[in-house]
Every structure is written in structure tokens, then in C-alpha cells.
């Protein structure tokens, strides 16, 4: 089943107001079934409203449509509907007399205009508001089911829970859609896409078939996989043998198979083997350090952290020779080398890194242009030492390297890898 | 002029993603006075944004499409315009060339999908992208501007940017909206409305009228204020009568004006003055010297910072006393109070700042709960300590304590402030 949710509110087209409701009642529909095909934000318009209720209902087995159930002039969503379906509105008078009690159980006069609230298209049936005046609204249009929520969170959010419960999830004969999110780093979207898309191709035309969406983020690929299925057991295996097909595919290059992050796996790993580790940081300036304290109990694995910004407090903190930086540079792999080798010692951890490069916008030179970054690692039985050249701005440079680094850690400790 | 913006990418349409792109171009648009009417996120379909786009085309003066230029098979925008248009798609060499460049600078090989990326609808013209691969598209349907982007923000703002300055501009005459964001912490929402709203109700009904929008984001309020008029002075005039209403209000709560965040307001008191800063952060896990890093330059001004997650690295790093830890809490006071002079001393600094306290979700205590944090900043001539306590999960505790610490340097910076 596909479904079309509209937000309305001229509030929600400026540019500092965004629709949220559309998240949480995504995930009550995928929940039992349902897939969202398309949201859309429309201001307190009738006419547009009109249009892009119409354009929906062409093609839509569920319309939820959030706010403009206010009672002022300008909260057109039951006028629309009404007009869009050629239904009369009517006035609902025991709404109305819920409405007025409401008032009066704080001391209040229902003003008139709120007997607006009360106008019903009719044929629709009342849904009610626990937490506040404007009820919601449900009607069947041939195939369509259309459901109308007022736009508080804390008013629809219930509201659209009992509608799945009581309404929704009978129509939706028991298919439900289950998701896992496969997370890559140090690859390319291109080359996963061009290695990966002869693997999900296939998978749409078996039993439970599974779609896949490749995205993007910085520094990592994500691998979206959602299958529909009567249960989780089903679901749960095309999901698993699907997984299985793209770790073998990219190998180490997969960190996370349940869109756990980067530092939260790194944390595992750590904890899993009994190791702390402590960190230098020069260029990501306590990115690395804050991200991997971003981890609930990370302070049983991390030990201490050092945002060397000055290359006196590389020396007096990390050990680093003042002449190695005369000689090779702070952004270098051997002061990289000696800033993990030096919080490793002074901290007495097992694993020590070390990040040095360029930010950015300033400081890059020929030689050593902007997003250079150096990282080293040493755990108690190795060392590794990589320089990379990350590209963008300097918060992406900072975020890049702080992915490279917590990747170089995780895949010195990854068990039968070497 | 009405605009139309379509956000293209089926994760857009999951319940963990949202287009936040479309506030950045309404935000562009509303300043030349291109007024937005519809917002739309499509999936990763063809036939679905085809759909979408034609029924713009009947209404729309701008149409923005954000995403689906990426390189594989799912990437659908430039297909779905050039079909809804009737326009053929040509390869465009010189872009070909541009990317495998790009490519090629970072050592690898051009995979020949992403000549995908180099499709244009015959007619188009190439707006260029410096941070990534897909260019942009402008193309002119009758009277109807469509402008075509890359969905991630960093590649999209500079290419949006661009376009309203050479190209919608020119094509918008008269009256225009300007906005400024006041942004302001320490006070909570409910609070800074009922002072902030007998001041902005009286400016509705002024020559220039200003309205007003008050935003709660995660430890600060902002209030968003626009005028509409024929010229930027006319607007600054208003604007400018309006925040110096608002500074007097709420005053030091104030902390900037233009929008800029706090740590960029920070490093302007650091630098103007002379000052440099070491920072020593136990819960925070380093978030607080990657905020002040975030601010290109920040190594004028940042000599170090410290991450002590152990006791071990309070005591030899910033030499806490281990008696003080013993007796107070490593949570306290004191001993942020004794991680800022540490700090300050051993790095020879002018400012050393303390934070310690409970990040969550664990390691609470009835005496010293979930959230509370202990900061303490010590500067030539003044020292400081506060006891917080913050809401909310572990992320949320870390950046409120950061945003607090961050408050507590500019208020004791800021001129006139004792």
C-alpha cells in the first residue's frame, strides 16, 4: 500500500520550520506496510491544498494530511477536502459540546469561531483529541483511506496511533516492511554502487524481494535494504542472506550491518578485548575524542584525550622532538608516529593515535595543501601510519579524519585481520 | 514570484531522514522575494517525479530540485526533466573531463558511471559545482525557471548562492525580504516569548513591518525577524531598531545578532583581545575544543586541550589533586575549578575553562544526577565555577555543557561586563 502524507501550515514554508510529523507517522505506517511515496508542504492555501489533495487521491491507498484543523479563517484543511471529494460540511454538535466543556473545564467562554473545529465533510468519522480541541478526522474515498490529524505533535502522535491500531493495520492484510542500514568507509559511492548494484538487482525478483537505496554521506556509504514480508522471521532471513552477500562483496570495507556508527563499533571492539586507548589530536581539534565519548560507558575504554593545537604542547604533552617537527613538519608522518606513540606511553594505554594535517581554509601550501591529513595507530603489537587527502571545507576535513582514524583503529583490531 | 522546491531521494521518505535543505533555499529565495508555496520530497521514481515536477510546471515561476545527480542507475532528476520537458540528453565532454580530473586528483579512476553525471537536457546550462562531481542545471520552460542541484548541502548552498545572485536576482524586481537572527542562551522558550512578545506584537502595524518567529534549538533560542521592503536600507532601518529593542530586553542572554554561533563570538573576544584559551574537559569528551577548532583561524587563539577521562589524567595532566577528587568527587566544584587553573597554568595560557560532570546515561546518583556538570573558567583577573543541570540524552548533556562553557568565556570577556 502507498501512501501520501501532506503537511499544511504557511509556518512550515518559511525557512525555519520544518514538518516532523511526517517521520513519526512514516514509521507507524512502514511498521504495517505501508510505504510513503510522497510528502508534501502546503501553505495555508485552499486552492493549492485542493490540488494537491486531488493529485494524491489519483494514486494514494492512504492520505494523511497534518494541521490547518485550527479554527480560524486561515485553517483551510476540512474546507479542502470537503470541496476536493464534493462532500457538504456539517456542523457536528456533540463536538461542539465537547468543545465548549473543554473551555469550560479551564474557566473559559468557547468563543464562536470554534465551532469551525466542529465542521464534519460528511460521511467522515470523528477521531477523538485527548489533548486538545481540533478532533481528527477519517474517510473512506472508493479505495482511499484519508485521515485528517490536527499539526501539535502531542496532539496527532496518539491520535495516529489509534488509527493504525483500530483503522490501518486491519486493512493492511499483515505485510509488514523491515529495514537494515549497512554502513562503508574509504570506498567511493560510484565504485560501491558499480560493485554492488549486480548483487541487489537480483534480489528484487525472489521470494521476499528487497529494495535498496545507496547513499552518500560524509565519509561513508550507506546501504539502505528494506524488504516487505508477512513476518519478521521471513524478513529477517532475505534481510540476513542479503547482508551476508554485500560483507562478502566489500569486506573490511563494512563497519556496521544495524546503522550502529563508526565510534560505536570501535567502542565494541575495545571493550570486547579489554583495551583502553587514548588519543592526539592536532587538526580534528577533539573531534576524535568527542566522538568516540559520544558512546554511553566509553569512559570504561577511553582513557584521556590531547587537542595539541601548538607544537609546544605536542612536545611538553606527547614527547614529540622539537627536532622532528623542524625537520619534517607538523603535519607529517613522523610527528603523527610520535604523537600516537607518545599519548600511548604517557597515558599507559594500548592504543594510541595520532592525527596531524591541514583544516583549512588557511595553511595549506604546495606540499602540503589543505585536507593533508597524517594519522598513525599503535596498539601493543603494531603500528600503522597513513597520509590521506581529504577534500571540502574545514568541518568536513575535521569529520573525514576523525572517520579515518577510527576506521584504522577498528581494522587493526578486527578479529583475523591482521 | 512563487517558487516550488522538490527534494529527490527515497531515504528522504524514511522516518530517520529529512530534506533540511529546503529551509537554506527558502531562506535565498524569501531575500529576493521569491515567495515558496510547495515543498515536495519524491522518491527515487521517475515516474512519480515526473508527475510532481509537470504539475509545478502549471503554476510555479522557480522550481528547485534538490538530489538525484548522483552517478547510478537510481539517480532520476536529470531523466525526469528532460522527459517531462521533452528535452534528449546529451553527454557533455568538457564536464566528463572536469570530473575525471577530479578523480584523477585524489589518485583513483574515473568509473564510467559517472558520465552519467555529465548528462544534460539539451538547452541546459552547466552551473558549476567546486565540491563534487555532479554540476548543477538551469534550464528556462516559458516563463518558469528550473534549477537543478546535488542533494548534499555543502556542494548545494555555494551552487544556490551562485544562482540567485546571477541569475534569479536580476529576474526579481522590487520588494524583497530581509531577515536577521537574534540568537540568545541561558533562558528557556516560554520565558524569552512572554518578555519578547508585548516588543514584537507593536511592530506588525509599523511603515516596515517586522515579523517575528521564535525557533528552541538544543541550548539557545532563536528569534528569526524579516521585513518586507523595496530597499536594504528601508529594512536595515527596522531591523536594526528592532534587535537594539530586543538587546535591551534581554541583554548579556544576547549573544549575537548575525546569526553566527557561539564559538565564532567566543574566538572574536579571544582574538580582539589578545588572549589565548586551554581547555580541560571531562564529560564533554573534547566537543568543547572541537567547537572552538570548528572556527577557521582558531589556532591563533586555542594553544591545547585536554580530555581526561581518568582520574589518572586529571591528576597528571592538570595536577588535581588526588585529595581533592578523594573528597569532593570527581564531579564538583573544585575539582573544576582546580581542572581550570591546571589547564591555564600548564599551558601557559591566559583562559583555562574546567568541565566535568555526569554525560549519561549512566553514572548518576541521587546526590549528583544524570546531566549535572560542574564548569569553571579562570582568566587573568577573575575566576568563575557554575553548577548545571541539563535534560535529555548523553549528546544533549555534552553539547549544553560545551554551549554553557562557551557562555561563561564571553560573558566574562565581553567589554563592560564585570
Not at 510529523?21 to 511515496?37: K, P, Y
Not at 456542523?91 to 468543545?99: A, F, G, S
Request: with cysteine.
Amino acid at each position: 500500500m502507498r501512501a501520501c502524507i501532506i503537511a499544511v501550515g504557511s509556518e512550515l514554508l518559511t525557512p525555519s520550520r520544518i514538518d516532523t510529523n511526517s517521520l513519526a507517522i512514516t514509521e507507524r505506517l512502514n511498521a504495517i506496510g505501508i510505504d510513503v511515496r510522497l510528502k508534501a508542504v502546503v501553505g495555508d492555501d485552499l486552492n493549492g491544498l485542493v490540488e494537491q489533495f486531488k493529485a494524491a487521491l489519483g494514486w494514494a491507498d492512504v492520505i494523511v494530511l497534518t494541521g490547518g484543523l485550527g479554527p480560524t479563517e486561515d485553517d483551510v484543511t476540512r474546507d479542502a477536502v470537503a470541496r476536493a471529494l464534493d462532500l457538504p460540511l456539517d456542523v457536528d454538535e456533540p463536538t461542539v459540546d465537547r468543545i465548549r466543556a473543554r473551555f469550560e473545564r479551564r474557566g473559559m467562554t468557547m468563543p464562536e469561531i470554534n465551532r469551525r473545529q466542529a465542521m464534519v465533510p460528511r460521511g467522515a468519522t470523528l477521531v477523538d483529541n485527548p489533548n486538545g480541541t481540533a478532533p481528527g478526522l477519517w474517510l473512506e474515498h472508493g479505495a482511499t483511506a484519508v485521515i485528517l490529524l490536527p499539526g501539535p505533535p502531542r496532539e496527532m502522535t496518539p491520535m495516529m496511533e489509534a488509527i493504525i491500531a483500530e483503522r490501518l493495520e486491519p486493512r493492511s492484510r499483515g505485510v509488514r516492511l523491515f529495514r537494515r542500514v549497512l554502513k562503508m568507509t574509504g570506498r567511493t559511492e560510484s565504485d560501491v554502487d558499480q560493485h554492488a548494484q549486480p548483487i541487489y538487482s537480483r534480489w528484487t525478483s525472489q521470494r521476499v524481494p528487497i529494495s535498496t537505496t545507496i547513499l552518500a554521506v560524509l565519509g561513508q556509504i550507506e546501504l539502505h535494504l528494506s524488504a516487505c514480508a508477512d513476518t519478521r522471521a521471513a524478513a529477517d532471513g532475505a534481510l540476513d542472506a542479503a547482508v551476508a552477500e554485500l560483507a562478502a562483496e566489500f569486506g573490511d570495507a563494512v563497519y556496521s550491518v544495524d546503522g550502529r556508527p563508526l565510534e560505536a563499533i570501535v567502542g565494541d571492539l575495545l571493550r570486547a578485548r579489554r583495551l583502553k586507548i587514548a588519543v592526539a589530536e592536532s587538526c580534528t581539534g577533539g573531534l576524535l575524542a568527542s566522538r568516540l565519548t559520544d558512546v554511553p560507558g566509553s569512559s570504561d575504554y577511553v582513557e584521556r584525550g590531547a587537542v595539541c593545537y601548538s607544537n609546544r604542547s605536542k612536545i611538553e604533552w606527547l614527547g614529540v622532538p622539537a627536532a622532528l617537527i623542524a625537520e619534517h613538519g607538523a603535519v607529517s608522518e613522523p610527528v603523527a608516529t610520535a604523537m600516537a606513540s607518545g599519548i600511548r606511553s604517557r597515558a599507559n594505554v594500548n592504543i594510541g593515535v595520532g592525527v596531524t594535517g591541514v583544516a583549512g581554509p588557511g595553511g595549506g601550501t604546495p606540499q602540503k595543501p589543505v585536507g593533508m591529513v597524517a594519522i598513525a595507530v599503535q596498539t601493543d603489537d603494531d603500528a600503522r601510519v597513513r597520509t590521506f587527502q581529504f577534500i571540502g571545507g574545514r568541518e568536513m576535513v575535521k569529520f573525514q579524519a576523525s572517520q579515518a582514524a577510527l576506521n584504522m583503529v577498528r581494522l587493526m583490531l578486527k578479529p583475523g585481520v591482521g
